[in-house]
C-alpha cells in the first residue's frame, strides 16, 4: 500500500458555495440560504462551513445596507 496517497478532498456544499455569492452581490438571500447550507453541512459533514458563515454575515450586511439604504431614499423622497 501507498502510504503517501493524498487523502480524497471533501466536496464543498454547493448551496454554501451559492449562498456565498450572493452574499457578496449584497443580496439578502445569502442569510437564509447561509443557514440553510450550514444545517446541511451539520448533516452531511461537507466542506463550506467557512463559507456559509461568511454569507450568513454578509446576508446580515446586506439586510442592514437595504434598510439604511430605503430610509435614505425615503428621507430624500419626503423632502421633494
Request: hydrophobic share 60%; charged share 10%; proline share 6%.
Amino acid at each position: 500500500m501507498d502510504s503517501d496517497a493524498p487523502a480524497p478532498a471533501r466536496r464543498t456544499n454547493p448551496l454554501a458555495i451559492l449562498s456565498f455569492i450572493l452574499g457578496v452581490m449584497v443580496s439578502p438571500m445569502a442569510l437564509p440560504l447561509g443557514w440553510f447550507a450550514t444545517e446541511q453541512i451539520r448533516r452531511s459533514h461537507e466542506g463550506g462551513r467557512r463559507l456559509a458563515v461568511a454569507a450568513i454575515v454578509l446576508g446580515w450586511v446586506a439586510i442592514t445596507a437595504w434598510m439604511v439604504a430605503g430610509v435614505l431614499v425615503w428621507l430624500w423622497w419626503s423632502t421633494l
